[in-house]
């Protein structure tokens, strides 16, 4: 009696590492072995640099905001301040979207935390 090789799945498994690899370079791409270290490798790199990415726009739009508050006259910390007592409810990502595209009204939310700071430090 033959022995049997359970060919098709293996085949079908071996396919789709393949699949998944093409595109890599020389051997990650064609030699199966290979091709399974290198996209488990990949998997583990996508894994930890979609976290990656929220942390890099994070500190992209800080250092954006930062910027723009600099040309109003202010820190980063004190525009924030003056914008949470001010009654201003606005997240990173469209400050420093309107930092970029749209300085004038920036400005105006700038001067709208400088006067919240002023009447702060008043009373």
Known sequence: MPRATYKVPSRRRRKKV???TRGYRGGRSK???TAVEA?????????RDRKRRKRDFRRLWIMRINAAARLSGLSY???LMGLRRSGVKINRKL???LAVNDPPA???L???AK????????A
């Open 39 to 47: 996209l488990h490798r990949a998997l583990a790199y996508a894994y």
């Open 95 to 97: 400050l420093a979207e």
């Open 110 to 112: 700038a001067e709208l």
């Open 106 to 108: 920036f400005s105006k």
């Open 18 to 20: 393949l699949k998944a």
């Open 77 to 79: 910390s004190r525009l």
């Open 31 to 33: 030699l199966y072995r």
């Open 115 to 122: 006067e919240a700071l002023e009447v702060e430090s008043r």
